[in-house]
């Protein structure tokens, strides 16, 4: 008999056991079905619940006649469920289209700015210089003469310079000078600043003479250079008349009267002032040149 209440007790035990399990698998069950549908509510993926087991204490069956029931107690599990933080979706930034770079358009090179037209300036006319005037002849005084003529002397009151190469025409020098004599005819003693030429008798140091071309050439350089030719005459013997404004200031007048017909009272023999003469002698090949003030026909 005791063997029979020592089984039964065990096999209510067991029986209570028993139901004590599947209560638990249902509630684990349930509770699984809860966190999967929490789950899907919250777009996060469902986390299986920490199951904590209770632990069944389990009585050994005693020989005693009444078995001893277990209450079916079942300790109550949180229904929390640990909170899963949502994934948080980070954006991967899309690559931007980056335009491909441009070369920059070539500008045109702006073209100068156009210079606004001046106004023309009206320039007043400067007056024309007068060329210097030069002479190695007449209109020259002493001191300038000798300067380029050395070896003087004097025959017959003429002063003369550079002795001919040769003799055999009866002249033994190249140049005869008659000077005007400006301080005398003032009634006081001339300086060599006073004393001008007036006259030349120029020798050509050639003995057979030069051609009328040449002999004009040489000419021209014992007369002022602003001499201007006023009229030919001759033949053989030529004779050529210029006028020199630059000779006119160069001589004194003379106010005395004439020295016996040698001179007359002015440099110019009555001719206007800056008249000249050159006289060519010799024909076709000139041998002798004679140069004076004034004309031929004047000085006669």
């Known amino acids: ?8 007790n065990y ?15 249902r509630f684990v069950v349930a509770t699984l ?14 986390v299986p619940p920490t199951v904590t087991p209770t632990p069944t204490s389990t009585t050994a069956p005693t020989a005693a006649s009444t ?3 277990i209450p079916h107690t079942q300790a109550p599990l949180p229904d929390t469920a640990t909170p899963v933080p949502a994934a948080t979706e980070t ?12 070369p920059p358009t070539e500008m045109p090179t702006p073209a100068p700015p156009t210079a606004m037209p001046v106004p023309p300036t009206e320039t007043p006319e400067l007056p024309t210089p007068t060329p210097q005037v030069t002479s190695g002849g007449l209109g020259l005084n002493k001191i300038e003469w000798e300067q380029m003529h050395s070896e003087a002397d004097l025959v017959r009151a003429m002063s003369v310079y550079e002795k001919l190469p040769f ?6 020098w190249i140049y005869g ?15 060599p600043e006073e004393k001008t030429i007036e006259y030349i008798r120029y020798t050509v140091p050639e003995d057979k003479g030069i051609p009328m071309e040449q002999a004009r050439n040489r000419a021209r350089q014992l007369i002022p250079s602003d001499a201007k030719l006023i009229r030919t005459s001759g033949d053989t013997w030529v004779t050529e008349i210029y ?37 060519y002698f010799g024909g076709k090949m000139i041998t002798a040149m004679h140069f004076n003030l004034g004309t031929p026909e004047a000085r006669k």
Request: net charge negative; charged share 20%; glycine share 14%.
């Open 1 to 8: 008999m005791a063997f029979v209440t020592g089984v039964s």
């Open 11 to 25: 096999l209510l035990i067991s029986h209570d056991a028993h139901l004590v399990l599947r209560a638990m698998i």
């Open 33 to 46: 079905w809860i966190l999967i549908l929490a789950g899907c509510d919250t777009g996060g993926a469902p």
């Open 67 to 69: 078995a001893t029931t």
């Open 91 to 102: 954006a991967t930034p899309l690559p931007t289209d980056t335009p491909n770079p441009v």
């Open 167 to 172: 003799r055999g025409r009866g002249d033994e």
């Open 177 to 191: 000078v008659y000077f005007w004599d400006g301080g005398w005819r003032q009634g006081k003693e001339s300086t």
């Open 243 to 279: 006028h020199s404004d630059w000779l006119i200031a160069r001589y004194i007048p003379w106010r005395g009267t004439t020295d016996g017909g040698l001179r007359g009272t002015d440099p110019w023999y009555g001719e206007p002032p800056g008249t000249l003469s050159v006289d």
